[in-house]
C-alpha cells in the first residue's frame, strides 16, 4: 500500500518568515495530494490540495509543489502569521481520495512572534 | 465542521466492553470514512463507505465494525474495546456524486480504554 513520510516533525519559524514542510509518497500511482491544518481540538481542515496533472498550485500565501518523478511534494507558506501556528498534515492517494487518503505523521509548525 | 457531528465527544471505557462511535452529517455527501489518529503517527483509515450498501476496510479494520444506516449515519463500533484502541477517531465525508474530493473532518471522538 501507500506509504507517505513528512519532514520535519516540529518547525519553528519567526513570524513574517516562510515554512516549507516536505512529503514523499512511495505509490506511482497515487493522484491527488491534499494538507491539512489541524487546530487543538479540532478535526483536519483542507487548505489546498494539487493532482498529479498540475505541478504547481497556489492560494494567497500558500502554494504546493508536486514533484512526480521523484514522488515528492511540498507546502510553502510565506510571511507566516499567528495563526498559522497548528499541525499540518499531507496525504496521498488514488483516484482522488475516494478509497480514503493515507496522510504522513504531521508537523507541529510553530510561529515564533 | 458543524455540518458533521460526532458523538460522544469524550468516552472513558473498560476493556472487553462494547462500545459504538456515532457520525452524523447534513451536508448530503454520498462517501463516509472513520479514521484514527495516534500521537505522532497521523491519521490512518478505519472504514469507508461509498453508501448505505458498500462497506470497505481500511488499513487498520482489525477490532472494529461499522454500519451504514442511512446516507446521513455511520457508525463505528468496537465489540471488545482493549487499551491499545486508546485514540482520536475522526469521521469524514465526502460528495464523489458531485465529484468533489475534498474531505470534510467532524470534531473528533476522544477514546480511552482502561
Known sequence: GENVEQHPSTLSVQEGDSAVIKCTYSD???NYFPWYKQELGKGPQ????????????KDQRIAVTLNKTAKHFSLHIT???PEDSAVYFCAASKGGGAD???FGKGTHLIIQP | DADVTQTPRNRITKTGKRIMLECSQT???DRMYWYRQDPGLGLR???Y????KDINKGEISDGYSVSRQAQAKFSLSLESAIPNQTALYFCATSDWQRGT???YFGPGTRLTVL
Open chain 2, 49 to 52: 463507505s461509498f453508501d448505505v
Open chain 1, 46 to 57: 483542507l487548505i489546498i490540495d494539487i493532482r498529479s496533472n498540475v505541478g504547481e498550485k
Open chain 1, 100 to 102: 480514503g487518503l493515507t
Open chain 1, 79 to 81: 510571511e507566516t502569521q
Open chain 1, 28 to 30: 506511482s500511482a497515487s
Open chain 2, 101 to 103: 474530493d475534498t474531505q
Open chain 2, 45 to 47: 483509515l478505519i472504514y
Open chain 2, 27 to 29: 451536508k448530503g455527501h
